[in-house]
């Protein structure tokens, strides 16, 4: 069974099997990842791009057929459109900074939305401070859907970029980004899709989409912590200057001047994550064996056993009920604050996030400080969500 | 299931129930917001000092039972105290929730102390904090405070 | 014996015994660092510091045990000095635009070394592009030594900062920096110091050297990829502005205004490698478990042991003799170009680099498009020394 | 070591030791340089092109044996030759070093063709690529050229 791929999923806390509903936060790995980061440390340590030598060789075929195997999941028209980064946060970063900031004057205007993590949030706050250009956001209904309805005003010639969340994190909304892109193009304004929550349950084609920029993160697929890609047009990324200076982004230095190498190399300056990005090429592999509809139909099913099961309980209130939405449930109880479910429900073996999730803002539109989360993946199963159910149901009788 | 009862005991349900001195007072002297990103916890604490001694202390936020608890109890215990003897019950609550965790610390906190139970969560060690570390703040004319 | 517990040093490559001497473009990691990876992926696999639930509250602890560890092995004054970085590129990066980039004019001057890591130079040009800051070398002599006469011109009121590696990664040679650093602070030039080759063998003390900010790059330190620090004086960090914006790195996000989180947190946007993280951690206790005086003292011995046996060799020309230096050697083999060299003793199963080693000014300095260098680490044995010895007369023959 | 010697076979040790048409010509009127960053190779094509058929080409630089004896062999077979086949040849020859590498690429490179050896060599493939693309900018009239 594909759960027994998942090593970490077996094991007990506070003597209770673990039932671990944090995927959102980061997702678990199956043993194909670990066994490909550990290959290379065991196998084919070395330095990639640089080197003559046999296990050079080898590393450096390894990651480069990682950004292969990225590509083929997101449908990126070449691997070289793929750069190496950390993590969506320095992709969203790396786009602010290299191919947003220049094009900005004081008095333009960033397009995001309500429902925005903290990572495609505050880089254009930091941006708006350096340019004096000025944060829009496409405000979302008490359903935890975006208002589309005033678009047309939200992006006008001020409007020099769009970024907006393909999932919600907090709230499991899936958005039409399709359509939002198609209007931006529409007044020349390109758009970054924050794909952290996308890519780990959804079929995502980047081409389809004709996003410019689209970021994936390798610790929420099931991937290694430290690992992503940026997708970017071709054409971007071509004229883009370089984020980082270093080895590896240039083919020639001297102390008088510099010429960068080409993309991707411009981009990825330094020794990067080896062994993450192998072992993000063998998350994508593993999902694409799997099945990303396999994936998507085993997960609307848990999302709607999830939502009968939480609706079971008085004085549970679910955030975020958009017609389209990835099995996240965000929810309060009545009396209880999200902090101590969080705690009681963990002596019973269940994970689950409590806080803001890094999206203050949603929280700030509910006006409440916060909502207990549980984010599931398509290894949990029926069984879990019923232990979820009857942990919940203590907790309200502790605080009775 | 003893550990969580220990953790979620009588006192510290009652407190969350029925917080004291909750709420923005109509005066005050001296203000401070505590807030643990992390968790989502927020706290204010008010103070109406005169002379170097807390006449009043009350406190409002959207938090946790640990941390509703323990700024309710810390505002019946401050109440009254000189300013010295309120960093002094500072300082002997973080010392109580550290490694350590003299005995003598205990002593001095009373009722508080029972909230020394915390810190078989360490992940909620922090709740019971912040109120204290946003007190501090508010004493010494700070407008923030955090426990990080 | 040591050298066991390194297992990707126990191959055959190309039907020989593998000889690691490339270890100066990344080290061999013990199995405790591999273990330490693999136990996160497979038993404490959660994000860290935003969670109530057991497994993440595991993984914080570790994370932040690797941030004490890596602040003892560099004598930090607390752990709170240390950001996690990708390693000593994104460290230089990092420093250049959030505490240099404010504080200079044009006309300004940034000081480095001729003995510079393009990670150390390419940063700096593009900071000087972007400010109309000047760059200054300190220059170098014949044996690969930094040339101080000129020191009082170089270090004048112009001087903004500096920037110089510890320890060169082409020629080993182990730069003055506390006399540097004495220097530049009677002038008020603020310091960083490259350590990416230093902390693998030398022992480190930042209180000591009292620099400013010190670079570590985890995987030239046996390691995982990915994984670094920057260690960074606490006024300075303090005042900083952010580097990335998202999510940990925050206390309070509106649309309207963001408060920032207390230092090293605010360097510290979205999830973290956290596996490459706690191996690093891991790594700095192997070190301290073996010794720092004890691997000085290994490598001290390698190191005659190889130039002695290098200088058997007819036609061979060391590049770089300072007097203090570490195990690596830059070599050139008279009619053999170096590429030539590198493929002909792979197929002896020697594993060396051959090309600019990211410094090409170096070798415009010697005029030489660049060389073969064998870098050693203390795991290496005189035999593999000898087996090297005897793949280079091979070569020779072959070309003779 | 056999392979060892099929990569450093006769051929190309002695193109190595006795480039042809080394050295920057005094008349030239295409000229690019070739870069291959990772390696340190360097190649510079120098071209006299009338009426587009190419009546001399030339390279310099420092560069390994693999990436010397290709250019060396590269200038022979261009010299004469126009454009058009000359940059037939720079088809043929990426043809030759790619996975497919076809026979009939092989037929027209002629003593070229030796090269295809290097194959062996992933590592290599670039040092003997490099001069055709640096031959094939120098034609369209690129300042630099890469095979990266
Ligand atoms: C929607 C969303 N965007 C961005 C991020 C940040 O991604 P990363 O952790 O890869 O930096 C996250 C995860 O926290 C997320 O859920
Ligand atoms: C001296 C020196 N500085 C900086 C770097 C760059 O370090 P990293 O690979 O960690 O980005 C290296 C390694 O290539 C190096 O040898």
């Known amino acids: 069974m594909l759960r027994e791929a998942f090593p970490c999923l077996h094991q007990q806390v506070n003597g209770k099997d673990l039932v671990y509903f944090d995927n959102a936060a980061t997702a678990m790995r199956p043993q194909v990842v670990i066994d490909a980061v550990n290959d290379y440390y065991c ?25 292969a195997s990225l590509a083929r999941l997101i449908h990126a028209p070449s691997p070289d459109n793929l750069i190496f980064v950390r993590g969506c946060t320095e992709a969203v970063n790396l786009v602010a900074q290299t191919f947003v900031r220049e094009r900005l004057k004081p008095g333009d205007e960033i397009l995001i939305s309500h ?21 829009k956001v496409i405000p979302m209904n008490d359903r935890g859907e975006l208002v589309l309805d005033e678009l ?30 198609a209007k931006a193009h529409a007044k020349d304004i390109p758009v970054l899709v924050d794909g952290a929550q996308s890519t780990p349950h959804l079929k ?30 071709a054409t971007h990324l071509e004229a883009m200057p370089p984020y980082h200076g270093g080895g590896e982004m240039i083919s020639k230095v001297t102390f008088e001047e510099t010429v960068y190498n080409k993309v991707p190399a411009k981009f990825e300056a330094g020794t990067p994550n080896i062994a993450g990005g192998i072992g993000l090429g063998a998350a994508a592999e593993f999902m694409l064996d799997v099945g990303l509809e396999a ?15 939480l609706k079971t309980i008085p004085g549970l209130r679910i955030l975020g009920e958009a017609s389209q939405k990835s099995p996240v449930f965000s929810f309060l109880i009545d009396g209880i604050h ?3 479910i969080g705690t009681i429900i963990d002596h019973h073996g269940v994970a689950i996030r409590t806080g803001h999730h890094c999206t203050m803002p949603i929280f700030q539109f509910f006006d409440v400080p916060g909502s207990c989360r549980a984010s599931l993946a398509f290894y949990n199963t029926e069984h879990e969500v019923d232990i979820l159910v009857e942990s919940l149901n203590q907790a309200k009788a502790m605080f009775s | 299931m003893s550990d969580l009862n220990t953790l979620y005991k009588q006192q510290v349900l009652a407190h969350n129930k029925n917080p004291q001195n909750y709420g923005e007072p109509a005066h005050w002297t001296h203000h401070a917001e505590g807030l643990n990103a992390i968790c989502g916890d927020q706290v204010h604490v008010y103070l109406t000092i005169e002379e170097d001694v807390i006449k009043a202390a009350h406190f409002a936020g959207d938090s946790c039972a640990i941390s509703m608890a323990s700024a309710s109890m810390m505002t019946e215990l401050v109440t009254g105290q000189s300013i010295f003897e309120a960093l002094h019950l500072f300082a002997a609550f973080k010392q109580m929730m550290s490694d350590e965790g003299l005995a003598e610390a205990k002593e001095v906190l009373g009722p508080v102390a029972c909230l020394v139970s915390v810190k078989k969560f360490p992940a909620r060690i922090k709740s019971a904090l912040l109120c204290w570390y946003t007190l501090n703040a508010a004493i010494n004319g700070q407008p923030t405070a955090t426990t990080e």
């Open chain 1, 115 to 135: 429902l925005e993590h903290h990572s495609n949030i505050v880089p254009w706050q930091i941006l708006c401070q350096q340019t004096g250009a000025k944060l």
């Open chain 1, 204 to 233: 995502v084609d980047v081409q389809d989409l004709d996003c410019d920029f689209y970021t994936v993160s390798g610790h929420k697929m099931y991937g290694p912590t430290g690992s992503g890609v940026l997708y970017g047009k």
């Open chain 1, 152 to 181: 047309d005003t939200l992006m006008n010639e001020r409007t020099k970029f769009m970024s907006v969340i393909h999932v919600s994190n907090a709230l499991g909304t899936i958005n039409p980004v399709k359509e939002l892109i």
């Open chain 1, 338 to 340: 999200p902090h101590d």
């Open chain 1, 43 to 67: 196998r084919h340590n070395a330095n990639i791009h640089r080197g003559v030598h046999c296990l050079s060789g080898r590393a450096t075929d390894l990651y480069e057929q990682a950004r």
């Open chain 1, 295 to 309: 994936i998507a139909q085993r997960e609307d099913h848990l999302k709607q056993y999830t939502e009968q099961a």
